[in-house]
């Protein structure tokens, strides 16, 4: 079995560059992707919202964010392989973008940020084609938003509305999409602007 269930999520046992490969795979066959970086806030918090919890065990993968959830596995005897940090894939998605011209959106964090972090971003990954971007302050009832994801048929789709607005999102939205890999990414749009 190559997932192993925490709290009730089931983590996939992998090391960072085998989740990329993996990734990498399912861009090239369009094959839509929900992934979720947990850490241990995460969790906490998914264990009092069970429609939050729901949200993640519908994810395609959930990742290994945090010390404390590979200390966790190694205490029930199933250790998982690595910490798999949120950010880290990120930047590695980044670079696959801009190795492949693939086409990506960025939706979240606010307008300012959001600006400055695709400016830095067409500078140092100037063959990744930037499908769309929002900022993250909008009405989560407006479907205008869905719909501009949706038409940038973009291949990778990040989400930084921070946790639990940004895979609930996700979630909601997911079956409009015809391909992607989704993922929530907190408060990365900040550091990309910084
Ligand atoms: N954010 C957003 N819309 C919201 C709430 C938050 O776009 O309605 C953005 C916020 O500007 C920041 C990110 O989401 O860029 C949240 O970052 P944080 O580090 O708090 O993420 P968390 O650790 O909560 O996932």
Request: aromatic residues 10%; without cysteine.
């Given at each position: 079995k190559n997932k192993v269930n925490i709290l009730g999520l089931d983590f996939d046992k992998t090391t960072?560059?085998d989740m990329?490969?993996t990734?990498?795979?399912?861009?090239?066959?369009?094959?839509?992707t929900f992934i979720v970086t947990a850490?241990?806030?995460?969790v906490?918090?998914?264990?009092?919202?069970?429609?939050?919890m729901?949200?993640l065990q519908s994810a395609d993968h959930i990742i290994a964010?945090?010390?404390?959830i590979i200390?966790g596995s190694?205490?029930l005897k199933t250790p998982l392989p690595e910490?798999v940090?949120?950010?880290?894939?990120?930047?590695?998605?980044?670079?696959?973008?801009?190795?492949?011209?693939?086409?990506?959106?960025?939706?979240?964090?606010?307008?300012?940020?959001?600006?400055?972090?695709?400016?830095?971003?067409?500078?140092?990954?100037?063959?990744?084609?930037?499908?769309?971007?929002?900022?993250?302050?909008?009405?989560?009832?407006?479907?205008?938003?869905?719909?501009?994801?949706?038409?940038?048929?973009?291949?990778?789709?990040?989400?930084?509305?921070?946790?639990?607005?940004?895979?609930?999102?996700?979630?909601?939205?997911?079956?409009?999409?015809?391909?992607?890999?989704?993922?929530?990414?907190?408060?990365?749009?900040?550091?990309?602007?910084?």
């Open positions: 960072k560059q990329i490969n990734l990498k795979h399912k861009i090239q066959h369009h094959k839509k850490n241990p806030e995460i906490m918090y998914a264990l009092k919202d069970q429609e939050y729901n949200t964010d945090g010390a404390g200390m190694k205490l910490r940090a949120g950010f880290d894939v990120l930047k590695d998605l980044l670079d696959v973008a801009n190795e492949e011209a693939l086409n990506v959106f960025f939706l979240g964090a606010g307008k300012k940020v959001i600006e400055q972090a695709v400016q830095n971003i067409k500078s140092e990954y100037p063959n990744l084609v930037i499908g769309g971007y929002h900022h993250g302050f909008f009405n989560e009832h407006d479907p205008s938003i869905g719909e501009m994801v949706k038409n940038s048929n973009s291949d990778i789709v990040f989400v930084a509305l921070g946790f639990p607005k940004q895979e609930k999102w996700i979630a909601k939205n997911f079956d409009t999409f015809a391909k992607g890999i989704f993922m929530g990414v907190g408060g990365s749009f900040d550091i990309l602007a910084g």
